[in-house]
């Protein structure tokens, strides 16, 4: 028998639950974690951000938010994108966290002096082991295909939580820094 498509309306309502399920058992585990996060991004010189496939785009929308407090933000693999250098920090995603270009990546920041803050589903991978601040999201990365951790494809679940996990980071610098939403309205692309 061919299974049946589910309905978009209950996929919503399906994806909403495994969000909150997992942004709450986040919240739960990884406070100390979170704080060091918010801490160590608030107190960097320059923030440089770097994923591979869509953990690496969520990552972008975050780089974006962090452009528009005033932060000074790179994406690794721009052409502009400078030598990372002590006072900087390196900002990763990884489900897996073995991403080679990221594990050399945050290898590198920490032998200039820099500090890495990774996200990871992996808390025993390199990533993790390479990072001053490793939050764990509990939720699959893109080889796990049980369904056990998440119903979705590849680290779907996982790009989500990244994508949210930058906006709330977002959110609790902008209330830090006291501007309002006009302050950065100026630092918005214009260029579009």
């Known amino acids: 028998m061919t299974p049946t498509p589910e309905s978009l309306d209950a996929t919503l309502r399906q994806l909403d639950d495994e969000v909150s399920r997992t942004l709450g058992l986040l919240a739960e585990t990884q406070k100390d974690q979170l704080a060091a996060m918010v801490d160590a991004i608030a107190a960097a010189d320059r923030v440089f951000v770097f994923g591979a496939g869509r953990s690496g785009l969520a990552l972008r929308m975050t780089a974006m938010r962090l452009m528009h407090l005033g932060k000074t933000v790179f994406v690794v693999g721009d052409t502009t994108t400078p030598a990372i250098e002590t006072g900087d920090l390196l900002l990763t995603a990884s489900g897996s966290g073995t991403t080679a270009s990221i594990v050399r990546a945050a290898t590198t920041t920490r032998e200039v002096g820099g500090t890495v803050v990774a996200i990871?589903?992996?808390?025993?991978?390199?990533?993790?082991?390479?990072?001053d601040v490793a939050v764990i999201a509990?939720?699959?990365?893109?080889?796990?295909?049980?369904?056990?951790?998440?119903?979705?494809y590849a680290g779907g679940l996982f790009e989500q939580i990244v994508v949210l996990l930058g906006d709330s980071l977002f959110h609790v610098l902008w209330q830090r820094s006291g501007q309002s939403a006009d302050d950065m309205w100026p630092r918005h692309a214009n260029l579009e």
């Open 138 to 152: 509990p939720a699959a990365d893109k080889l796990d295909r049980s369904g056990a951790a998440s119903v979705q």
């Open 120 to 131: 990871t589903t992996a808390p025993d991978s390199p990533l993790a082991a390479a990072a």
